[in-house]
């Protein structure tokens, strides 16, 4: 069983950055591979990055390539999720979620442990 809780969202000018933590609780946080998504209201959720068990390989969305960046702290059990060069449309709730020994897929239905998710607002 893992617990996750999200923090370090909140309002930042067109860009700007933030960095959004997910602490985990549980045991063999090393084992599970841990995914960010986001949900915009009246939109479905999406897959924005993931960092693997094992080798760490890393996936970002098209959208935020080359502007966020994941990492974890195995000894933390945390992931992190650094936003550079924010955009409005970057605007949303954001989850982390985590499946142990997952292949790190964007399809939220295979991840069994969530988050409540932390609020980003950028403003133009």
């Known amino acids: 069983q893992v617990q996750l809780v999200e923090s370090g969202g909140g309002l930042v000018q067109a860009g700007g950055s933030l960095r959004l933590s997910c602490a985990a609780s549980?045991?063999?946080?090393?084992?599970?591979?841990m995914v960010w998504f986001r949900q915009a209201p009246g939109k479905e959720r999406e897959f924005v990055a993931a960092?693997?068990?094992?080798?760490?390989?890393?996936d970002y969305a098209d959208s935020v390539k080359g502007r966020f960046t994941i990492s974890r702290d195995n000894a933390k059990n945390t992931v992190y999720l650094q936003m550079n060069s924010l955009k409005p449309e970057d605007t949303a709730v954001y989850f982390c979620?985590?499946?142990?020994w997952g292949t790190g897929t964007g399809v939220p239905a295979t991840y069994s442990y969530w988050g409540r998710g932390t609020q980003v607002t950028v403003s133009s």
């Open positions: 549980g045991r063999s946080f090393s084992d599970y591979t």
């Open positions: 960092i693997r068990w094992g080798g760490y390989s890393t």
């Open positions: 979620a985590a499946d142990r």
